[in-house]
Nanobody, 119 residues
């Protein structure tokens, strides 16, 4: 059974940093397309960053230059380093992994970790 478990969320002041982690168990496709998404109250879920099976990354314009995605395959862990946090970054953050090597199908999802940024 695939499990993705996020951690590292919390409350931080604007300008601060957080590092989110997503540990995978029962999931052997760390080389497949994975990503971080977020959903703020009253808003639709949005893509934050995706890393495809070739290691290419695609960041939302709103986080470019501030967020960085990385993976440590040996630890089966996906990270999201978030710097210069803004109030508008407040959301539940989810990691997702794909089941198909050929595409980003985001078949698997974690339960999320809350990030709250205050002034």
């Amino acid at each position: 059974q695939v499990q993705l478990v996020e951690s590292g969320g919390g409350s931080v002041q604007a300008g601060g940093s957080l590092r989110l982690s997503c540990v995978a168990s029962g999931y052997t496709f760390m080389t497949y397309c994975m990503g971080w998404f977020r959903q703020a109250p009253g808003k639709e879920r949005e893509e934050v960053v995706v890393i495809d099976s070739d290691g290419r990354t695609s960041y939302a314009d709103s986080v470019k230059g501030r967020f960085t995605i990385s993976k440590v395959h040996a630890k089966k862990t996906l990270y999201l380093q978030m710097n210069s946090l803004k109030i508008e970054d407040t959301a539940m953050y989810y990691c997702s992994g794909s089941a198909d090597r050929r595409k980003c199908d985001f078949a698997y999802w974690g339960q999320g970790t809350q990030v709250t940024v205050s002034s």
